[in-house]
Antibody, heavy 123, light 106 residues
Framework: QIQLVESGGGVVQPGTSLRLSCAGS????????LHWVRQAPGKGLEWVAV????????YYADSVKGRFTISRDNSKNMLFLQMTGLRGDDTAVYYC????????????????WGPGTLVSVSS | SYELSQPLSVSVALGQTARISCGGD??????VHWYQQRPGQALVLVLY???HRPSGIPERFSGSNSGNTATMTISTAQAGDEADYYC?????????FGTGTKVTVL
């Protein structure tokens, strides 16, 4: 069955870095655009970043641009989010999600989501 | 930046109809998707491109999109429909989520 499983979350201090991973299985990983979406405690969903199926295009939310980098390794069915300069308002559950189609600056719906990994930024 | 507004909460009696609105500038020109978030469970796509249901989503979930408002309707609401619901569109190469609506089934 289709699975997306995030890992790498934890408690970190402000200004430090953290790398999240998302392992995909049960589908042809290289055919899908992949996203990171986050949810601060008690708050709504905030899209973070997307990477095209072949890694050729990447887009970021303004709130993370220049600090976060999305990447993928299709040979290992892995998605990553390198986070630097972490701040308190980056505290959230981070979800990975997939889109069947991405192109022309847009993607289709997010048709499968992982359970999320919690990142807590605190001194 | 583009914004989507949803009511904070909607209450519906068991077996009745709930309607959740999603307001955005000329949203009728965009593809709108809807997601369900039950406590402690993974997010689930319930409607895509405004009106289409993925496999496994009951026919009780339907949608419309016109002008400045998209709407998701839950007919014959059941206890299991109690959840947070989010609309989502793309604008300027950015995915935008609505503010979210908590649906309570009474």
């Amino acid at each position: 069955q289709i699975q997306l499983v995030e890992s790498g979350g934890g408690v970190v201090q402000p200004g430090t870095s953290l790398r999240l991973s998302c392992a995909g299985s049960g589908f042809i990983f290289s055919n899908f655009g992949l996203h990171w979406v986050r949810q601060a405690p008690g708050k709504g969903l905030e899209w973070v970043a997307v990477i095209w199926s072949d890694g050729s295009d990447k887009y970021y939310a303004d709130s993370v641009k220049g600090r976060f980098t999305i990447s993928r390794d299709n040979s290992k069915n892995m998605l990553f989010l390198q986070m630097t300069g972490l701040r308190g308002d980056d505290t959230a559950v981070y979800y990975c999600a997939r889109s069947e189609y991405c192109g022309g600056g847009v993607c289709s719906d997010f048709d499968w989501w992982g359970p999320g990994t919690l990142v807590s930024v605190s001194s | 930046s583009y914004e989507l507004s949803q009511p904070l909460s909607v209450s519906v009696a068991l077996g009745q109809t709930a309607r959740i609105s999603c307001g955005g500038d000329n949203i009728g020109s965009k593809h709108v998707h809807w997601y369900q978030q039950r406590p402690g469970q993974a997010l689930v796509l319930v409607l895509y491109r405004g009106v289409h249901r993925p496999s496994g989503i009951p026919e009780r979930f339907s949608g419309s999109n016109s002008g400045n408002t998209a709407t998701m309707t839950i007919s014959t609401a059941q206890a299991g429909d109690e959840a947070d619901y989010y609309c989502q569109v793309w604008d300027s190469s950015t995915a935008v989520f609505g503010t979210g609506t908590k649906v309570t089934v009474l």
